[in-house]
């Protein structure tokens, strides 16, 4: 098959949901249409169960289980499916939207019943601010929720999305009867039957034809007129091209649990999904179909064995092809690098693959060279953009248990940070260390983690911050900067790139440094224009 082919059969997508909406679910039903597994239940729940803060075993196995389904690959009619895992604690919302750079597009599963949920708004803000193509799915359709076009609403109000049904639900919960696939012109009557994957479809592509109350009942038939009726005049037809812009976004129906619903996502899924797309390095923007490779790391993963102290480079192929054995140019260290046995992942096992193509995923055995945004190219120099970092929301200050072993501690903190375990930032005044992280378990892991993997001793002191800010001045020698730096000292610290960040303590102070020194731009991330 050609390298064109290769490039327009592949579909990268993340699935991003609220925890318990059922990503995992849709998931796994996703999984058993491309052949990939052949039950429901295989896919391990990449859950990190909501009890767990101080289970470390816990920890360890569900860091296990997240390296074997980081990437789920399948092939469904003929295209390359790749899924990458995000997952769904909120205290690991750094990693997925470092996964969502790797993406060329989502599938966001919304609870029928609870509607738009905080982490899903959160997700989506990054995906419209990337203009990544978005789906939605809305889930658990056998149960009884809220209105389909209160759901619609609430949608395009709280996540800013500009919504087109593509199909719609002929009742619900106790009375859900089916789906009408707009887009398809067909009905799936709902058996309620989870063991049964195929449900029956029947072809309808005229809803006023009488033929529809010997289907689904008088009364669904004349309530489903109507609500296509009203969805044909409220909302704007699919527009392909304004889906793959970000620009409108198809929802559909179904049970993810049943089903229900999943097939006819998939079938346009791989219709209207973007194949690998342009991305933009700082020097220029990059094709797929470009000759030579180029690629960036988006996940580093620790081994779990001590023994074997190796991490695994999660690898995006942005252009070219990979090639086993094949020198690339690591650019931020300048290096030549040959990789003799990169994984490629296929449903929930990795194998060595000799070639891979734009939109594959590779993971690479590393013994410390990567971090996170790094670029691999042939040769040429190449920085591929845009894995900010957010504020934080906790910090710490870290200090070191055990005087003899300085070096495994620094040497563990700076590869955990590496890995994007949590954040590094060094105070001005003094060289203390501050840890920041999305959430309070991120703590634990670092502390159970320097002790098992390095070897070293650390603990924590409370240093109250209440956001990170990046410093972004006018101009660097005027006047009011330089105050800025005299008066806020106590406060700069530099992150781990250099980059200058004032540790604001209350929503207040932060108001009240914005008004002194408006020349000074405060950003909530680490990357702006
Ligand atoms: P997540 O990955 O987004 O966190 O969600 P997950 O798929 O684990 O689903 C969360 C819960 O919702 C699970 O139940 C799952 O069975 C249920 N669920 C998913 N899809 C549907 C659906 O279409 N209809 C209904 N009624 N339920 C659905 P659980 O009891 O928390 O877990 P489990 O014991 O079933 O694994």
Redesign the pocket.
């Known amino acids: 098959m050609n390298f064109e082919k290769q490039i327009e059969k592949r579909r990268t997508f993340g699935i991003i949901?609220h925890?318990?909406?059922?990503?995992?679910?849709l998931t796994e039903k996703l999984l058993l249409f491309g052949g990939a597994i052949q039950e429901a239940g295989a896919v391990k729940?990449n859950?990190i169960k909501k009890t767990a803060t101080s289970d470390f075993m816990e920890i360890e196995r569900q860091r296990g289980i997240s390296v074997a389904t980081s990437v789920l690959a399948f092939i469904y009619k003929d295209k390359k499916i790749n899924i990458l895992d995000t997952p769904?604690h909120k205290d690991f919302a750094e990693d997925t939207f470092r996964t969502l750079t790797a993406v060329d597009s989502v599938i966001v599963?919304i609870d029928v019943a609870k509607g738009v949920e905080e982490q899903t708004e959160k997700l989506v803000e990054v995906c419209r601010m990337r203009k990544i193509p978005i789906i939605v799915f809305i889930?658990?359709l056998?149960?009884e929720g809220k209105d389909a076009f209160d759901l619609l609403d609430e949608v395009e109000q709280k996540l800013g999305l500009s919504v087109t049904p593509l199909s719609f639900p002929i009742g619900m919960g106790y009375d859900f009867k089916g789906i009408y696939n707009i887009y398809e012109k067909n009905i799936n009557l709902f058996s309620g039957d989870s063991k049964k994957n195929i449900e029956e479809t029947i072809a309808f592509d005229d809803v006023q034809s009488s033929a529809l109350e010997g289907v689904i009942g008088e009364k669904a038939a004349k309530t489903l007129r109507e609500d296509l009726e009203l969805i044909d005049g409220v909302y704007p037809k699919f527009n392909k091209e304004k889906y793959l812009a970000s620009e409108q976004q198809p929802v559909f129906f179904g049970?993810?649990?049943?089903n229900f619903g999943v097939r006819e996502l998939l079938d346009c899924f791989i219709e209207i999904a973007p194949s690998p797309r342009p991305k933009k390095a700082e020097e220029r923007i990059v094709v797929a179909n470009e000759k030579d490779f180029t690629g960036f790391v988006f996940k580093i993963h620790a081994n779990m064995d001590p023994k074997h102290r190796d991490r695994l480079a999660f690898i995006k192929i942005v252009s070219g092809t990979f090639e086993r054995n094949k020198p690339y140019l690591h650019v931020r260290s300048n290096k030549r690098l040959k990789f003799s046995s990169p994984n490629a992942f296929f449903a929930e096992k990795k194998e060595i693959v000799d070639i891979s193509y734009p939109g594959d995923i590779v993971g690479l055995h590393d013994t410390g060279h990567f971090k996170i945004g790094d670029t691999l190219t042939e040769g040429e120099e190449l920085h591929y953009k845009g894995i900010p970092s957010f504020s934080p929301e906790h910090f710490r200050y870290i200090n070191n248990a055990d005087p003899m072993k300085s070096k495994p501690l620094y040497k563990g903190i700076d590869q955990l940070m590496d890995e994007g375990v949590a954040q590094l930032f060094t105070l001005d005044m003094n060289g203390r260390k501050i840890i920041g992280t999305v959430g309070a378990l991120q703590f634990e892991v670092i502390q159970y983690r320097l002790e098992h993997e390095y070897g070293a001793k650390c603990t924590y002191e409370n240093f109250p911050v209440f956001k990170a800010c990046w410093v972004d001045p006018d101009d660097k020698n005027n006047e009011e900067f330089k105050e800025f730096k005299r008066v806020k000292q106590k406060f700069l610290a530099k992150d781990k790139q250099g980059q200058l960040v004032f540790l604001a303590d209350s929503t207040f102070s932060l108001q009240m440094t914005q008004q002194k020194y408006p020349s000074v731009k405060l950003h909530f991330t680490s990357e702006f224009e």
């Open positions: 949901s925890p318990d909406a059922g990503k995992t679910t729940n859950k769904g599963v889930n658990k056998d149960r049970s993810a649990l049943n």
